[in-house]
């Protein structure tokens, strides 16, 4: 038995990277308090390294999107995965080509990895471990965290967007 109820731990656990930044920065300035130059000056790093946390929190939870939607991804070393019941796949993040926001007939939001050569793999953005997506993309080269974001607060009515296209192939070496 769970002193916690179960939905306000499932919405800790949501938050948790933004509470655990938080809790960083008002261990600054706790330092800061102490007296001195030296802790000012570490106390203040602290609290810019808890604020630059609680940015990237901040971006990660916007990308958590919620519903359930069919498959789960993974992501591990440098590969996606899709596992689902129906269209699920594999995208090399070396092989990726192009990223797409799409909505379906109903107005759910999909992830579209295009990679030259195989399949285009449509992932829901509702999928279990689709949080996971933002690290990867995020990897890309010249991937901009707040576009990729952004794309999430598409309405269905405005259309697809492209988050990321790669504008060179890599050099073998």
């Given at each position: 038995m769970s002193v916690i109820r179960p939905e306000l731990l499932a919405r800790l656990l949501r938050w948790r990277e933004l509470l655990g930044a938080l809790a960083i920065a008002a261990g600054g300035v706790w330092v800061m308090t102490w007296g001195g130059a030296f802790y000012l000056g570490l106390g203040l790093l602290i609290v810019l390294?808890?604020?630059?946390l609680g940015l990237s929190a901040i971006r990660q939870l916007r990308f958590r999107v919620g519903g359930s939607a069919p498959g789960i991804v993974q992501v591990d070393e440098g590969q996606i995965t899709y596992l689902a019941p129906q269209g699920g796949g594999f995208v090399a993040l070396s092989e990726l080509d192009e990223v797409e926001m799409v909505f379906d007939l109903t107005g759910a939001r999909l992830w579209r990895l295009s990679q030259s050569?195989?399949?285009?793999v449509t992932i829901p953005a509702a999928a279990q471990g689709a949080e996971a997506l933002f690290d990867a993309f995020v990897s890309l080269p010249g991937a901009r965290p707040g576009h990729i974001v952004a794309a999430l607060d598409r309405r269905p009515g405005q259309g697809p967007v492209t988050v990321w296209r790669r504008t060179r192939r890599p050099a073998l070496t």
């Open positions: 390294t808890g604020l630059g050569g195989f399949p285009t």
